[in-house]
Structures are given as C-alpha cells and as structure tokens.
C-alpha cells in the first residue's frame, strides 16, 4: 500500500466548500484512490474512488492530476453534519487496506 | 436494512474471560474483515475471510479466533481477555478479495476490559 500523507485536522464554517489534500508520491500505476468518511461510534463509510482526473458523485468530487502524486477530495457546501474524520487510502487489486492512517478531522462550524 | 451489523455494540469485561462478537452482512459479499481501532485512532486489519477461508491472519495473538460458519457471518471470540484488547472492534465486508471493491464496515464494538 502506498504511504499517504494528509492533514491533521481543518475547520471550515457551514456552507463553504472544503478541499482535502492528500499526498501520495510513491503511487504504483495500478493503485487507485479511496477515501472513506468516519462519524463518531460509526465504522468508516466509502465515500469516492477514483484513478485519473476527476469523479463526482452525489456526496463529493476526486480530482488527482496527471502525475498522481496527490488527490483533493472536495465537500462542496458542507454542513455540521460533515463533521468527521476521512481518510485516504491508496492501492490496487490484492492490497487490502491493511492500515487506516490517522486521516484528517475535518471540523464544521456553524 | 442494516448492511453490516454486529453484536455487542459495547462489552465491559474482566480480564480473563473469554468473550464473542457477531457479525453478519446482507450485501452478498464474498469476503469479510476484522479491523481494530486503538486509542490512537490507527485502524488495523486483523482477519481477512473470503468465502469462509482465511485469506489475511495478521499479527495478532492466538487467544483471537475468526470463525465463518458461512460467508455471511464472521464471528470473532477472544480467550483470556487482556487490559490491552480495549478497543473498537470493526467488522467489514467487500464484494471480492483481491480487488478495489470498497469495504462496508460495521458500527463497531467497544470493548473495555477492566
């Protein structure tokens, strides 16, 4: 699995879009990106999967450049209740996710 | 329809005991996981089972013991509970092992030995 690197933490208030930031240098060219979500008491939800350029889907947007070495998980207009922590994990067929990182608390603010 | 769910959501216990959680996953998934959350937030895996077979066993003592009666259900009992098996214990579910499938976890079992 390839070593990820993203903030700690980041506040943003309600209604603001929020970028999240993850450095991935050592990326294989089978390796795709997943980030996962995390409430409080909850287990980790998927939220977004990508391997190239940008994917949206109802809840977020991906965009990874074209050399791949990072990826920007972007929450358009969050709410309180995007309050989490969302992690980033990268790898490819066969590497299950063996370690979740600390992933980045991401607090919203009314 | 909770997808994946297990059982107890809390376990308070002595050091010592031996002590069991559930889970079971609705999604058809062919292969299940245990992960555990520490204090420090890092979310390991623990177990892998595809299809009822072991497929990951990482380092983790021998007093834990996966048991898949069918590929919907992965249990895991632990012997002679210990004061550092307090942690959040998750189970997870994925549609095929060796493949970008994302997982589905479980909410989680907090377990606090005293």
């Known amino acids: 699995l390839a070593k990820t690197t993203q903030p700690i933490s980041m506040d943003s208030y309600e209604g603001q879009e929020v970028n999240i930031t993850c450095s991935h240098n050592?990326?294989?060219?089978?390796?795709?990106i997943t980030w996962y979500q995390q409430f409080p008491s909850q287990g980790p939800r998927f939220i977004i999967q990508?391997?190239?350029t940008k994917v949206t889907n109802e809840v977020a947007s991906l965009f990874i450049p074209a050399d791949r070495k990072s990826s920007t998980l972007s929450l358009p207009r969050v709410s309180l209740s995007d309050t989490a922590v969302y992690y980033c994990?990268?790898?490819?067929?066969?590497?299950?996710?063996?370690?979740f990182g600390k992933g980045t608390r991401l607090s919203v603010i009314a | 329809d909770t997808a994946v769910s297990q059982t107890p959501k809390y376990l308070v216990t002595q050091m010592g005991n031996d002590k069991s959680i559930k889970c079971e996953q609705n999604?058809?998934?062919?292969?299940m996981y245990w992960y555990k959350q520490d204090s420090k937030k890092f979310l390991k895996i623990m177990f892998s089972?595809?299809?009822?077979?072991?497929?990951i066993n990482e380092t983790v003592p021998n007093r834990f013991s996966p048991k898949s009666p069918d590929k919907a259900h992965l249990n895991l009992h632990i012997n002679s509970l210990e004061l550092g098996d307090s942690a959040v214990y998750f189970c997870?579910?994925?549609?095929?092992?060796?493949?970008?499938?994302?997982?589905?976890f479980g909410n989680g079992t907090r377990l606090t030995v005293t």
């Open positions: 997870a579910s994925s549609q095929e092992v060796n493949s970008v499938a994302p997982l589905h």
């Open positions: 050592n990326i294989a060219t089978n390796d795709y």
């Open positions: 990508g391997y190239k």
């Open positions: 994990l990268v790898g490819d067929k066969g590497n299950t996710p063996l370690v």
């Open positions: 999604l058809g998934h062919d292969t």
């Open positions: 089972y595809n299809n009822k077979e072991l497929i």
